[in-house]
């Protein structure tokens, strides 16, 4: 008896540089739990690590091109889906019941990094880059997303996020993470 075929009829089998894609991606998951769990224990941030971890593999591809044609695509893919899954889990794992003492001061800041941001982006692709209105506008709510989330992560793995600082980081994370999703 012939195997059985690892692809049914009609479909396209997997070429051998996306079966390298997908193992490299799952020595990426791998590695980054360990690296993480490692530099936890001497108490470095695990966000340092993935962007040595991605530093590394962009040495790695410059030596021996380990990453295939469709690499840089899909690792933007999964790098922008950790991002988000990141901030958001901020923003799920915010106590919403809790009254903030710390909203009127994290409004301003919040305000004055989106209306900064956004009028700069506007005032670039309208002005500078002769774009039309739509498309200045697109620049502007594209700017006003930040990455303050980031570092949420980064103090909550040390433990800061419980002072007056850290509410007011993730107070103003979530207003951002909002006006975001509004924008």
């Known amino acids: 008896h012939p195997l059985p075929a690892l692809v049914p009829a009609g479909d396209t089998p997997i070429s051998a540089t996306d079966l390298l894609l997908v193992g490299i991606i799952g020595?990426?998951?791998?590695?980054?739990?360990?690296?993480?769990?490692?530099?936890?224990?001497?108490?470095?941030?695990?966000?340092v690590g993935f962007i040595l971890l991605g530093a590394l593999l962009?040495?790695?591809?410059?030596v021996w091109n380990v990453i295939t044609e469709n690499g840089p695509a899909v690792l933007g893919i999964l790098g922008r889906v950790g991002v988000v899954v990141r901030l958001y889990r901020d923003g799920l794992e915010s106590d919403a019941g809790k009254p903030r003492a710390q909203l009127g001061r994290a409004g301003p800041i919040w305000l004055s990094s989106v209306v900064a941001s956004g009028g700069l982006g506007y005032a670039t692709a309208r002005w500078i880059l002769d774009l039309n209105l739509v498309p200045?506008?697109?620049?502007?709510?594209?700017?006003?997303?930040?990455?303050v989330g980031v570092s949420l992560g980064v103090w909550r793995e040390q433990k800061a996020i419980s002072g007056d600082t850290g509410a007011l980081l993730a107070d103003t994370v979530e207003l951002d993470d909002f006006s975001g999703i509004l924008l």
């Open 27 to 47: 020595f990426l998951v791998v590695l980054s739990i360990f690296l993480e769990g490692g530099l936890k224990r001497i108490g470095v941030p695990g966000l």
């Open 58 to 62: 962009q040495q790695a591809d410059a």
């Open 136 to 147: 200045s506008l697109f620049a502007a709510v594209a700017l006003t997303a930040t990455s």
